[in-house]
Antibody, heavy 126, light 110 residues
């Protein structure tokens, strides 16, 4: 069974840092481009960041650029999101999500996100 | 504010056909595929439509997608109470180099 299991969420003060992890199982991890998508309480989906299968190309939403860093460890089948300088507006449920259609940059154009974790909650508050 | 514009709500009665629109620009919908997601409260989103009009395995053919120019639509025919959910469109944006989601549409089955 394919599974994405997020961890690392929690309560953090504004300006603080957190590192989210996503452990993947049941799939050939390096064959999948990966994403982080978040959803603030009562709000819609917001794509945060994406990374190609080999980890060489990364993409970021303007709202997190320069503060968040996406990375992956393919031998460990794990995706990460390092979040620094956290703000109140970063409070959300963070989903780890995979694209099955491929692992390269074009994947984000041609394939939808079809594998989702259950999410980990990040709360930024003083 | 989302760059892809969806109506915040839509509704219909059982058996009806409901259409949800998604409006973008030449750098996203106009030049890239559109995807649709369905999300029930408290659960992760599910891919409903990919490449404008393709259904993943297991998605009923009551759900159909289309695209014309810089707009896309999701049609749900034979509406059922269990279709009540939030629906999101998404597309890659060539200028921003990110995936954009629409603001979401809450579907109510009356």
């Amino acid at each position: 069974e394919v599974q994405l299991l997020e961890s690392g969420g929690g309560l953090v003060q504004p300006g603080g840092s957190l590192r989210l992890s996503c452990a993947a199982s049941g799939l050939t991890f390096y064959n999948h481009a990966m994403n982080w998508v978040r959803q603030a309480p009562g709000k819609g989906l917001e794509w945060v960041s994406g990374i190609t299968g080999n980890g060489e190309t990364t993409y970021y939403a303007d709202s997190v650029k320069g503060r968040f860093t996406i990375s992956r460890d393919n031998p460990k089948n794990t995706l990460y999101l390092q979040m620094n300088s956290l703000r109140d507006e970063d409070t959300a449920l963070y989903y780890c999500a995979a694209i099955s259609g491929g692992s390269g940059s074009a994947t984000f154009h041609y394939y939808g996100v079809d594998i989702w974790g259950q999410g980990t909650t990040v709360t930024v508050s003083s | 504010q989302s760059v892809l514009t969806q109506p915040p709500s839509a509704s219909g009665t059982p058996g009806q056909t409901v259409t949800i629109s998604c409006s973008g620009t030449s750098t996203n919908i106009g030049d890239n595929y559109v995807f649709w997601y369905q999300q029930f409260p408290g659960t992760a989103p599910k891919l409903l439509i990919y490449r404008n009009s393709q259904r993943p395995s297991g998605v009923p053919d009551r759900f159909s997608g289309s695209k014309s120019g810089t707009s896309a639509s999701l049609a749900i025919s034979g509406l059922r109470s269990e279709d009540e959910a939030d629906f999101y469109c998404a597309a890659w944006d060539d200028s921003l180099r990110i995936v954009l989601f629409g603001g979401g549409t809450k579907l109510t089955v009356l």
